[in-house]
């Protein structure tokens, strides 16, 4: 199992970003995918999570309206789309699979229950 994430980068504040995450080796069906991100200094945190049965979604109150997380199950790709960012925001985002079978109309957002994890992608919010 392999997920790589892309799309990362420098954007002025109030900007936008796409984040993709490739999922490979692992049919999308039945668990979860989570974006996480860790600023320097600080605790990785929950950002939103998808449940690839049903697309329930997790977002952190941080996030809400402002980010959208989102799946192409026929590229086995989990997207998380970035508005109105904020310096706040600099982080590394990583995504991650949590494989144990999801219950419709629900996704866990804790970060103990995912098992495979990309190396993360870098963004950076300048004023």
């Known amino acids: 199992v392999q997920l790589v994430e892309s799309g990362g980068g420098l954007v002025h504040d109030g900007g936008s970003l796409r984040l993709s995450c490739v999922a490979s080796?692992?049919?999308?069906?039945?668990?979860?995918v989570g974006w996480f991100r860790q600023a320097p200094g600080k605790a990785r945190e929950a950002v939103s999570c998808?449940?690839?049965?049903?697309?329930?979604?997790y977002y952190a109150d941080s996030t809400k309206g402002r980010f959208t997380i989102y799946t192409d199950k026929a590229k086995n790709t989990v997207y998380l789309q970035l508005n109105r960012l904020g310096p706040e925001d600099t982080a590394v985002y990583s995504c991650?699979?949590?494989?144990?079978?999801?219950?419709?109309?629900?996704?866990?957002?804790?970060?103990?229950?995912?098992?495979?994890w990309g190396r993360g992608t870098q963004v950076t919010v300048f004023s």
């Open positions: 080796g692992l049919p999308f069906e039945n668990y979860a």
């Open positions: 998808i449940s690839t049965m049903d697309d329930t979604t």
């Open positions: 991650a699979a949590d494989t144990r079978t999801v219950v419709w109309g629900s996704v866990e957002c804790s970060e103990k229950g995912y098992d495979y």
